[in-house]
């Protein structure tokens, strides 16, 4: 199983440029997540979907949107990249089963650079 | 705002030594659980403990849970090389969606 992966690994936009990070899960999981980590911050929740059709921000939202494609897709998407966005972005997904005490898979991040 | 706080922020020890990380959080939890990332990936849940339990085992891994002190800690025993990496602790809200990360400690495992 590739478990979940995101698309691109890299990226480097300029100020005012646009863009969608991709992420893909195969577990089946009903919630998916998008997190950014900034170097001695830890994670911050950007977005969660709790179920497929359903989207709710998280802890810092504020430039971005999503989208729940489907079951097993949730994208993030820059309208109009700042150098505060440069991160590292990682997706997670997580089971319906059990949802208090289920734990967060994560992709390996795609990293972010705005000049 | 973070919901937890570890500390230390780093810490280096020696191989065979035991390594110690605290978690402190703000809210009523449901859970609380932890992680570790190595360098250039995402990260892998480690354990997890319920808000009733106070202590749980996995391994080399220890957890306690102090829900009056809204405070956890992680021990891992005789540590190695391969222990090095960043650990995070993580709190899940009442609706059991939202899980909320702290700052992490980064562990350095000297061999």
């Known amino acids: 199983n590739a478990g979940v992966t995101q698309t691109p690994k890299f990226q480097v936009l300029k100020t005012g440029q646009s863009m969608t990070l991709q992420c893909a899960q195969d577990?089946?999981?009903?919630?998916m997540y998008w997190y950014r980590q900034d170097p001695g911050m830890g994670l911050r929740l950007i977005y969660y979907?709790?179920?497929?059709?359903?989207?709710d921000k998280g802890e810092v939202p504020n430039g971005y949107n999503v989208s729940r494609l489907n079951k097993r897709e949730f994208s993030l998407r820059l309208e109009s990249a700042a150098p505060s966005q440069t991160s590292v972005y990682f997706c997670?997904?997580?089971?319906?089963?059990?949802?208090?005490?289920?734990?967060?898979?994560f992709g390996n991040g795609t990293r972010l650079t705005v000049t | 705002s973070q919901q937890g706080e570890e500390d230390p922020q780093a810490l280096s020890i020696q191989e065979g030594e035991n390594a110690t990380m605290n978690c402190s959080y703000k809210?009523?939890?449901?859970?609380l659980q932890w992680y570790r990332q190595n360098s250039g990936r995402g990260l892998v849940h480690l354990i997890l403990?319920?808000?009733?339990?106070r202590e749980k085992h996995s391994g080399r891994l220890r957890v306690t849970l102090d829900t009056s002190k809204k405070s956890s800690s992680l021990l891992i025993t005789a540590s190695r090389a391969a222990d090095t990496a960043s650990y995070f602790c993580?709190?899940?809200?009442?609706?059991?969606?939202?899980?909320?990360f702290g700052a992490g400690t980064r562990l350095f495992v000297k061999a």
């Open positions: 993580a709190t899940v809200n009442t609706g059991g969606f939202k899980t909320i």
């Open positions: 809210t009523s939890i449901n859970n």
């Open positions: 997670a997904s997580k089971g319906q089963t059990d949802s208090y005490n289920s734990p967060l898979h």
């Open positions: 979907s709790a179920s497929e059709g359903t989207t």
């Open positions: 403990i319920r808000s009733n339990e």
């Open positions: 577990m089946n999981h009903n919630s």
